[in-house]
């Protein structure tokens, strides 16, 4: 029912930047958190930066200074603001969204929803 839209990345040099960009659409009653993971071949998806609801935000470590969440809830949509980019950041980076439908009966309705990931090369 819900589905998240993921669009940017791309192929840049070192130092530079890039923005993805990430809408939730369907039936959508509350977004508690969202954000971003990235996953590289034989590594875990690790956590890049999440955004709550009351705008609380978390970023890992490798990432923090460097990378920007941001998020416009009347368009549904969360925004990666990566600048100053590392080949290390080299990934697949996967849009996702803790959130609540409403079933048929008033029932609200959990969800962990992923994007399809959008892939991100940083090399010279």
């Known amino acids: 029912q819900v589905q998240l839209m993921e669009t940017g990345g791309g192929l840049v040099q070192p130092g530079e930047s890039l923005r993805l960009s990430c809408e939730a659409s369907g039936k959508i009653n509350t977004i508690y958190t969202e954000g971003w993971f990235r996953q590289t071949p034989g590594k875990q998806r690790e956590l890049v930066a999440t955004?709550?609801?009351?705008?609380?935000?978390e970023y890992a470590d490798s990432v923090k200074g460097r990378f920007t969440l941001s998020k416009d809830n009347a368009r549904n949509t969360v925004n990666l603001e990566m600048n100053s980019l590392k080949p290390e950041d080299t990934a697949v980076y996967y849009c996702?969204?803790?959130?609540?439908?409403?079933?048929?009966?008033?029932?609200?309705?959990?969800?962990?929803?992923w994007g399809q990931g959008t892939q991100v090369t940083v090399s010279s």
């Open positions: 996702y969204a803790e959130l609540a439908e409403v079933d048929g009966g008033g029932r609200p309705v959990f969800l962990d929803t």
């Open positions: 955004i709550t609801s009351g705008l609380t935000t």
